[in-house]
């Protein structure tokens, strides 16, 4: 059976990161596998020819790689995109990125970004909302990959740019060539996955039980509600496609 590649659509602090960690890591050997490292992928809808395609070897490419990224390259490749909550996925980064402290904090937010001493999660996520890269970046990621549009492209330009980009994303949740699963039914996504790719379903819980049964995320519960609602207002792109896919393919949780 010839390779497919299979490629694992994967932004900053997105709900994959448990589906990479606890399935993807395990099934496939370092060898076969690659990160897309470089930030310039982030910028690109097609992988540019310049670069050096996986080898024959790679069966797994991981990254802010869009849908339909390796087009012209392998159109045999496979999309896979977890989908979750959106308001909880930026305020997971706006920890990490608090976490981090001073030094490090710079580079996991992204250019222009100065953390401060005394910031809590609800000024650092305040302040991530104001910043140019943090919201070309972590807003409303999971549409733009869906949707075949580079995860830090300028925003779009009004209502109707965004109401277009979650309409391409939309369009392409009934490709064959692109799965989706959601965050709190991954067992259910891993062993669904494991049937497509001819694979030994894992044994172990791919997600955390508390992931699961998580309604609404700590962390919205961590921020004043002020602040949850400017989140929500931000990422409300990302929302609408996390329940246009719930529609399309309820999984059960």
Known sequence: MARRLIIHCLPPD????ALQRRYFDPCVP?????????????????YPETTPLPGPLVRLVSGPAPFRYFDGADD????????????????????????????????????????????????TALRLLEADWARRTRLNPLTRLCAGAPLAAAEAEGSAGAEALLRAAEANLARTNLLVGFEGALDGFARYLSGVFGWTPPAH?????????????????????????????????DAALLQAARQAEPLEV
């Open 76 to 123: 045999t490749a496979v999309y896979v995109l977890v989908l979750g909550d959106p308001a909880e996925m930026f305020l997971r980064g706006a920890r990490r990125v608090l976490e981090a402290g001073i030094e490090d904090g710079r580079r996991v937010a992204g250019p222009g970004f100065q953390p401060r001493p005394g910031d809590d999660l609800d000024a």
């Open 205 to 237: 819980a791919v997600e955390p039980s508390s992931a699961k049964a998580r309604r609404p995320g700590p962390l919205q519960d961590a921020v004043r509600p002020e602040t949850l609602a400017a989140v929500r207002e931000a990422t409300r792109v």
């Open 14 to 17: 997105a709900p994959g990161d």
């Open 30 to 46: 370092a060898r076969r596998r690659m990160a897309l490292s470089d930030p310039l992928h982030a910028l690109r809808t097609r």
